[in-house]
């Protein structure tokens, strides 16, 4: 438990890595528009996943450990016959399936562990960025930013088969994402967030211990908060 919370925690406080393994800190502004207590704990009744708070910053972490299957219901599913299994590899998505959290955000820091078999197809997208990985061996993993470019990495052979570390992270100036000791980044002012997609690939990806965390937007969580209430 504790170090599950240690984890949240440091995600929620995370700094945003650059290209040559520097990190710029994200939390020295302030936040303008801070959600109020009461819908913070409307939010903790609705969603499935664990729920930390962070008054100071205003930033909110939503934990995933995928230990039962309730935890999917934060997830809605895509247009896939095939369909998402939640094991002890944790959130396991087939070949051709992907979820979008239902969460939206402002920015945006995700980490996760990533279970795979081989480094081919879309591994994550928001609304604006997607991550991806192939190549002829497979060992690449690309960074898509719309309207802002690209960025890409060969990956060392360890790291591109078995349980790998990944981290995005979206603030106002730029996007990055590591995946194992390799990183992908482009600077890219005020790219917009909104939610999270998480998907299978072409050889199907297992997600565990994954954590979203970030500013929500307010219309998004006052919905929801008002949908709890007429039900």
């Not at 992907?98 to 980490?111: L, Q, Y």
């Not at 930013?145 to 790291?159: F, L, Q, R």
């Amino acid at each position: 438990m504790l170090a599950w919370a240690l984890m949240v925690s440091l995600v929620v406080h995370g700094d945003v890595p650059l290209d040559n393994g520097e990190v710029r800190n994200c939390d020295d502004k302030a936040v303008g528009d801070k959600l109020p207590p009461e819908l913070i704990a409307g939010l903790r009744k609705t969603v499935k996943g664990k729920l930390a708070f962070d008054k100071k910053t205003g930033e909110i972490a939503l934990a995933y450990d995928f230990s039962n299957a309730k935890q999917l219901q934060d997830f809605t599913l895509g247009k896939s016959k095939a369909k998402p299994v939640v094991n002890a590899d944790g959130l396991c998505l087939p070949i051709g399936v992907n979820v979008t959290h239902v969460a939206r955000f402002r920015n945006m820091k995700v980490s996760a562990t990533l279970k795979l078999k081989q480094m081919r197809g879309s591994v994550l997208k928001t609304d604006r960025v997607s991550i991806g990985t192939g190549g002829l061996l497979p060992d690449t993993l690309y960074l898509n930013v719309a309207d802002h470019g690209g960025s890409s990495a060969i990956v060392p052979d360890k790291e591109r088969s078995g349980i790998v570390e990944i981290k995005l992270a979206i603030d106002e100036e730029r996007t990055a994402f590591m995946w194992g000791n390799s990183t992908v980044g482009k600077d890219a002012p005020g790219v917009p967030v909104g939610q999270l997609q998480l998907f299978g690939g072409e050889n199907g990806f297992c997600f565990k211990n994954l954590v979203i965390a970030g500013e929500l937007e307010p219309a998004w969580a006052e919905e929801i908060s008002e949908d709890k209430k007429k039900n």
